[in-house]
């Protein structure tokens, strides 16, 4: 008996001692980390920023705390409508601009003569982040809000004291309107009624959000919670680590340099993950000039591809109308955006396929990165840096994304990583792609390949973790075909799409199959608008219809001053086209006639790094001697972060045959000031 005991507790030890060999070793994590909040956040990916307020009926992007608040009156506002849509469309939550540069604050708060309860929508006893929390309670999406520390408005700002007035107004925010899950902000700081720029207690900013939302994710220029990308154009950095050095930094001015804001840093002490924020329009308020400018599939899918497809979420604007709704172009194009996204990974070909790698570390087989479980993942030995993962398909196949996530949880690992097809012509591998990092996902695109097995090789920081990895075919996409004209009014039509049909207007009705069809140049040289879209398959498919207004073709138009070959640049119709003036030197352009002036666009370099015009004068004269300033110490609003086309309309129109624009200050301290394109408005 005793005998048969002793052979069983033997035995027993043997099971016990070779489970504990093949038990999985717990994977140490490296470097910076994210919080559990973080983590949840990221995995957001995608949800909408709502841009409303006063300046969505002053058609202004920024206002300047002026106007009466009487402008601002709704007639038909439903938040369920933006709820809803940004369900429809896929979005995770909404963040509002709860109260924007211009101090108008979009709750009636106590701190503020420059709210709702001043307005006449509702007779002022309206409250819209009331509305619009209970809607996304409603429809099960997360609730964010962006309060600008600027303030236009209050006559307290440039003063010691506005810190914590702001903080009250946070507070209120905060405690009043159930759960946070992020709270928006940007560095803005402009002068106070006194001349003196605020200087922002930004730790009691935090601790104030921190008290009400311990879970919140605060955004701006160094997070802590998550960071800005560095642009307004939905284009996050081919490198982007979540890792940053933020100590010594602030948002605004003393912020880190736009490079390190969009790529993060390899080793950052702290966990800033990248948000990228852009507007479905030009513009982030609604203007009905911008009814035709939304954002077609293709550049929405762009977008996602330099955004989630690089390690950051997705923050879409989507402004709404002055009824107080999302507008049905916005509204229909979300929806297209959705369906493009869930064709182009309808199917995983790695479903199926067989998985091996040069190193496994016990516990953590390839296999987990097919079972659509994050939580699950593949690492090599903890030494191995370098390991490689081999994808057989089994037959061929033919596809142009490839999808990696690495398991965030334990640290941001790869460094770069490259990827190879089989050439059975060749016996040999070929090298297909490759990248820098990954993060929670990394999408790749490259022309379809078809092949039978891929490799992907790995360079690390530490043994990398991957969770999930993904190989699609996307349809390509029929492209929105590109309108252009030159100097002298000559019009050309392209698309990317070879050998598509493209039809256009030039009356500015929706062309069709029955409208002119485009085979050759053509002069429009006074103002219009022509609208184009392509189509293949004898019109079954179609791509959006691109739109491009245009005013009176420069043709005539002569540079004054200052003189030189490449000034011309400036009035040449080619947006790629630019010049450095010195000095601040004014550009005078005659007009060769005198026209009725309505207002005046503007072209910068764009790119933020550019010396652009901030802020201006403009002249107009008959004679180029004697002139009117209609223009007068004015702003291009937000010209350094998003330097696109500004368009200025003048408080009433003048005729005139001279135009003068002189620049006071520049985006940047520089002794030359860039400009690309100036053009009128007489429409």
């Known amino acids: 008996m005793k005998s048969a005991l002793k052979s069983f507790l033997f035995c027993l030890l043997i099971i016990v001692l070779l489970s504990s060999c093949n038990k999985e070793k717990p994977i140490a994590p490296y470097g910076a980390l994210p919080s559990d909040h973080q983590y949840e956040w990221q995995q957001l990916e995608y949800y909408m920023f709502v841009h409303f307020g006063p300046n969505t009926f002053t058609d202004v992007e920024w206002g300047d705390g002026k106007e009466d608040p009487k402008v601002f009156n709704p007639t038909d506002l439903d938040c369920r409508q933006w709820a809803s849509t940004a369900k429809a469309a896929g979005m995770k939550g909404i963040i509002i601009t709860a109260k924007h540069h211009d101090g108008f604050c979009l709750w009636p708060s106590k701190f503020s003569t420059h709210t709702v309860r001043e307005s006449l929508w509702k007779g002022g006893k309206g409250d819209l982040l009331k509305e619009l929390s209970d809607a996304c309670k409603e429809y099960g999406l997360k609730f964010g809000v962006y309060l600008s520390p600027w303030d236009q408005n209050h006559p307290a700002y440039g003063t010691p004291e506005y810190n914590q007035i702001f903080a009250n107004t946070l507070n209120e925010v905060l405690s009043g309107y159930g759960e946070v899950f992020e709270q928006w902000f940007d560095g803005a700081n402009g002068e106070g009624h006194n001349g003196k720029k605020q200087v922002y207690d930004w730790d009691l900013f935090h601790e104030t959000v921190y008290r009400n939302q311990p879970q919140a994710i605060i955004f701006s220029d160094v997070g802590p919670g998550c960071r800005w990308m560095g642009n307004e154009r939905g284009i996050a950095g081919e490198t982007n680590w979540a890792t940053m050095n933020i100590e010594g930094f602030e948002p605004g001015r003393n912020a880190p340099p736009i490079k390190i804001l969009n790529s993060g840093e390899q080793g950052g002490k702290a966990w800033v993950p990248a948000e990228t924020d852009v507007s479905i329009r030009p513009g982030w308020f609604y203007s009905p000039s911008t009814d035709d400018k939304v954002k077609t599939v293709e550049e929405l899918m762009d977008i996602y591809y330099t955004s989630v497809g690089r390690n950051s979420n997705l923050l879409l604007n989507v402004p709404p109308d002055r009824r107080g709704r999302i507008h049905p172009v916005d509204s229909l194009r979300l929806m297209e955006f959705r369906r493009a996204i869930e064709e182009e990974f309808k199917e995983n070909l790695i479903k199926g396929a067989k998985l091996s790698s040069s190193d ?101 920081l530490a043994a990398p973790v991957i969770s999930s990895i993904g190989v699609y075919k996307a349809k390509e996409q029929l492209s929105a075909p590109s ?30 199959i029955n409208s002119l069809r485009y085979e050759k140049t053509f002069i429009q040289k006074g103002a219009g608008t022509i609208k184009a879209i392509a189509v293949i398959d004898k019109g079954n498919t179609k791509s959006n219809i691109v739109t491009m207004d245009y005013d009176i073709a420069p043709e005539k138009w002569k540079i004054v001053s200052p003189s030189g070959e490449e000034v011309g640049r400036v009035i040449d119709s080619n947006a790629h086209t630019y010049i450095y003036i010195a000095d601040k030197k004014p550009l005078i352009i005659d007009l060769n006639e005198n026209l009725i002036l309505k207002g005046f666009t503007y072209v910068p370099l764009g790119r933020m790094d550019a010396p652009n015009i901030y802020r201006y004068n403009f002249y107009v004269s008959d004679d180029g001697i004697e002139w009117l300033k209609v223009k007068d110490n004015a702003t291009f609003n937000n010209i350094k972060n998003n330097p696109v086309i500004q368009s200025i309309a003048f408080d009433k129109e003048v005729r005139a045959r001279y135009i003068k624009l002189t620049p006071i200050e520049l985006v940047k301290e520089s002794d030359k000031y860039a400009i690309s394109e100036i053009e009128v408005i007489t429409r």
């Open 360 to 460: 496994t570390r016990t516990g953590y087989t390839v296999s987990n990165m097919q079972d659509d479980d994050y939580e699950t993942y593949w690492s090599s030995d903890e030494n191995n840096l370098s390991p490689s993962i081999e994808v057989d398909f089994k037959e061929e196949k033919t596809f142009n994304r490839l999808l990696l996530q690495e398991y965030l949880p334990l640290g941001q690992r790869v460094s770069s990583f490259s990827v190879s097809y089989w050439d059975k012509n060749k016996n040999d591998w070929q090298l297909l792609t490759e990248a820098t990092t990954i993060g929670y996902k990394r999408i790749l695109r490259f022309p379809l390949v078809t092949t039978n097995k891929i490799k992907i090789e790995f360079k690390a």
């Open 483 to 512: 309108v252009e004209r030159d100097k002298s009014g000559l019009v050309t039509i392209k698309c990317k799409t070879p050998d598509p049909v493209i039809y256009y207007s030039t009356d500015g009705t929706e062309p069709t």
